[in-house]
T-cell receptor, first 108, second 116 residues
Framework: TQLLEQSPQFLSIQEGENLTVYCNSS?????LQWYRQEPGEGPVLLVT?????EVKKLKRLTFQFGDARKDSSLHITAAQPGDTGLYLC????????FGAGTTVTVRA | GAVVSQHPSRVICKSGTSVKIECRSL??????MFWYRQFPKQSLMLMAT?????????EQGVEKDKFLINHASLTLSTLTVTSAHPEDSSFYIC????????????FGSGTRLTVV
């Protein structure tokens, strides 16, 4: 059973468009991580958010952590084909618990 | 940065045989490693937690006699899929925990297992 809900499950957009992926939980996160995974590879850490209301930017990626620490979002500006992949949020405790993931496809 | 090496990257085996997958932390010691399983277009599902020098802890529904985990050193954990069947075909990924204040997880590149 996934404790984290991610939406949408699939997202296909044209190069240059913006996109947002959401991650929600019914319980408070102590901290949360976002990963990106390409086919046939392991996940790669993008960011860790710890503080409620926190906003972090990584080039064209903006990560927000909700004030109540129950939700988070990943926004990509001017998406590029290289942004294609599976985006995963994960609850960070002793063990990582992953959301269901959002498959993002950016068409050239 | 921390690197985790996972081998083999791909393996095809016959039904009924066993397959061993290795996960090594190359530049740090990992007292704890985790094994995940991932089906196509799905998320990672934790199978077990591997602790150096002690028995692995398996998640509910994971058969410990089928998925043997050994963590004999601080840099190596192995997952052996015993008596493999086609339904065991999947993508297996390990991660190593590196404690540096906030928990830091480093993932291997995964192993694609196909049982024919």
């Amino acid at each position: 059973t996934q404790l984290l809900e991610q939406s949408p499950q699939f997202l296909s957009i044209q190069e240059g468009e913006n996109l947002t992926v959401y991650c929600n939980s019914s319980s408070v996160f102590s901290s949360l991580q976002w990963y990106r995974q390409e086919p046939g590879e392991g996940p790669v850490l993008l960011v860790t958010v710890v503080t409620g209301g926190e906003v972090k930017k990584l080039k064209r990626l903006t990560f927000q952590f909700g004030d109540a620490r129950k939700d988070s979002s990943l926004h990509i500006t001017a998406a590029q084909p290289g942004d294609t992949g599976l985006y995963l949020c994960a609850r960070l405790d002793y063990k990582l618990s992953f959301g269901a993931g959002t498959t993002v496809t950016v068409r050239a | 940065g921390a690197v985790v090496s996972q081998h083999p990257s791909r393996v095809i085996c016959k039904s009924g045989t066993s397959v061993k997958i290795e996960c090594r932390s190359l530049d740090f010691q990992a007292t704890t490693m985790f094994w995940y399983r991932q089906f196509p277009k799905q998320s990672l599902m934790l199978m077990a937690t591997s602790n150096e020098g002690s028995k692995a802890t398996y998640e509910q529904g994971v058969e410990k006699d089928k998925f043997l985990i050994n963590h004999a050193s601080l840099t190596l954990s192995t997952l052996t899929v015993t008596s493999a069947h086609p339904e065991d075909s999947s993508f297996y990924i390990c991660s190593a925990l590196q404690r540096q204040g906030v928990y830091g997880y480093t993932f291997g590149s995964g192993t694609r297992l196909t049982v024919v």
